[in-house]
DNA sequence: AACGCATAAGTAAGAC
DNA sequence: GTCTTACTTATGCGTT
């Protein structure tokens, strides 16, 4: 019965793209709430993009940490880089 | 007392950046979520960037998105676009 | 000599680098010539946008933009999107 | 004259978006380009990602140069951050 | 009100 | 061949 074939696919399509749609409104959720923290930061008397860039240099550190590639070591020192 | 001043205002700015970086952990993890949705949906044979597309015309308001048509309309028409 | 060896490599790295900055560096003064076009257009009373949108469109080859079309066309009845 | 008007108009968008283009081939050219170093890089025994980390790690220390700001450092310190 | 920036999305290339 | 990762582009947000 392809009736019955369309109306379950279309039914499975339809049940994706709402469970989609719940997480991107909990992500916008929490975007609005990161906001408002930087406002009350604001606020308080703390610049805002500065936060921002605090945020982002401890980010990069971590990531920063596990790259202690020898390879890239190598050619840092090839090309004489520190 | 200048010290405590000091001491209190760093306190303060810590827990503000502690505060972003939890609610961006949060977000990262609603992301990453987002991300297995598509994966399963593609899976079953759907076709992930469309339906990226539905996702994203459902969030346009309907006014907005007839306005957008008919701008793209008429450019089309002016450089003899079909 | 192993010496010899290793600062010819060395060299030969380094060259490869630096035409690749070399490189990169031509690339992004285009991307700023585009990015002024795109605010001439705007000052001459043109949305940048749909610009956008029109040269995306002709780079996509026809048959591609009329499957594309059809598959978005059949999400939308299967959801019952107008 | 209505049709005066449009008729340059249409010209003036037409002139635009074949500017754009224009130059945008010009990027691709140079992407290119680019993608061939990397090629002629491999082709002599070198690691193309490890290259590509390097370029990156330059171009990060340059804009890191500038960024010696004070109210910065201030709160790095505040937050006991090195 | 516009400008530039910063994040987010989409796409394409490379690795396994 | 799939899967992840990086790059490019696009949109929205804060700032001036």
Same mark, same amino acid.
């Given at each position: 019965?392809?009736?019955?074939? *369309?109306? !379950?696919? !279309? @039914?499975? $399509?339809? /049940?994706?793209?709402?469970?989609?749609?719940? $997480?991107?409104?909990?992500?916008? =959720? #929490?975007?609005? *709430?990161?906001? *408002? %923290?930087? !406002?009350?930061?604001? =606020?308080?008397?703390?610049? =805002?993009?500065?936060?921002?860039?605090? %945020? /982002? #240099?401890?980010?990069? *550190?971590? !990531?920063?940490? %596990?790259?202690?590639? @020898? #390879? #890239?070591?190598?050619?840092?020192?090839?090309? =004489?880089? %520190?």
């Amino acid at each position: 019965m392809e009736q019955h074939h *369309d109306t !379950a696919t !279309a @039914a499975r $399509l339809k /049940s994706y793209i709402e469970r989609i749609e719940r $997480l991107e409104e909990e992500k916008a =959720g #929490l975007a609005a *709430d990161i906001k *408002d %923290v930087y !406002a009350e930061a604001k =606020g308080a008397g703390f610049d =805002g993009p500065t936060i921002r860039k605090i %945020v /982002s #240099l401890r980010k990069k *550190d971590d !990531a920063k940490r %596990v790259e202690e590639d @020898a #390879l #890239l070591k190598a050619y840092k020192e090839a090309i =004489g880089m %520190v």
